[in-house]
Structures are given as structure tokens and as C-alpha cells.
């Protein structure tokens, strides 16, 4: 297994989000946290940080030309996972499309770049770990990604 060990989430997010300065910049997102639950977890560093990279990027790539984006990123425990919740505001899909999503080179917005591998490697990762990631989402409302890490 990988390196596993325990990472500061608050910390972790504050690197992933130096990357996408610019973007955040540009769509005017906000991005809050609430890691008050718990704000440690137990993984291997460059994947979780992989994990952190792909949903943010979404939740800012595919945020609603009709407002400023939203993202909330929190945490919780649940029996013998943490929770790992991000929830935007963006274009958000349809149930039949958020069930295809984790698959390789599914894309669902053609006019928004992007290379369609980002979902399924974080499904990858998440369940070569044993856990695993799920999404709630309304078209036009937004989308919760929900990755559940197994606690070790």
C-alpha cells in the first residue's frame, strides 16, 4: 500500500487551492470549509491531494454562467468512514448523466475543456483504497461529491 499518513485537511486544501488562483479569481468562487467534525485523515498524501484537485477543479470548470460559484467543503464521520463532502452551485446533471461520470473519457459538457480521466481517477483511487465516491446533483442547481474514506 501507499504511504499512508495522517494529513491536515484544512492545510491540504489551502495548497490545492494556491493552484487554481487564477480560476477563482476569474468566476469570483467562493470557497468555504467546515472541517470542525474532523480535520485530519489518515491516506497517502499525493492521492488525496489528486482527490482535492479533480473535485475543485469541476466544481469551479463546471460552475453556472448565471452566478458566482459556490463551494462548500466539509467533513463528517459515519460508522467506519469519513466523509469527504463538495458541493457546488455550477450547472449541476441529470441522474442518468451523474451515474456515468466516473467512467474514462466521459465527458458530459463538450464545451468545457477538459480531458474526461479527472472522476474516474478519483474513483480509482478512492476504491483501490476501499472506500468509495458518490454524487448527488440538480440540473441548474449543482452537484455534492461525496468520497468516503475508509478509516484505518
Not at 485530519?40 to 482535492?52: E, R
Not at 467506519?80 to 458541493?87: K, P, V
Not at 468509495?132 to 440540473?139: D, G
Amino acid at each position: 500500500t501507499e504511504n499512508y499518513e495522517d494529513i491536515n485537511l484544512p492545510e491540504m486544501l489551502k495548497e490545492v487551492k494556491s493552484m487554481f488562483e487564477e480560476p477563482i479569481k476569474k468566476t469570483n468562487a467562493t470557497i468555504k470549509e467546515d472541517f470542525s467534525e474532523i480535520s485530519t485523515i489518515k491516506f497517502a498524501k499525493k492521492n488525496l491531494q489528486s482527490i482535492f484537485h479533480n473535485l475543485l477543479s469541476n466544481a469551479i470548470k463546471y460552475h453556472s454562467p448565471e452566478r458566482n460559484p459556490e463551494i462548500f467543503i466539509t467533513t463528517k464521520l459515519e460508522e467506519n468512514h469519513t466523509i469527504l463532502s463538495i458541493q457546488d452551485n455550477g450547472l449541476g446533471m441529470k441522474k442518468e448523466q451523474a451515474d456515468k461520470i466516473f467512467s474514462e473519457f466521459k465527458r458530459l459538457h463538450k464545451d468545457v475543456e477538459g480531458s474526461g480521466v479527472g472522476l474516474y481517477l478519483v474513483k480509482r483511487i478512492i476504491t483501490s483504497a476501499g472506500g468509495k465516491i458518490e454524487v448527488e446533483s440538480e440540473p441548474g442547481k449543482g452537484s455534492i461529491f461525496k468520497v468516503y474514506f475508509k478509516n484505518k
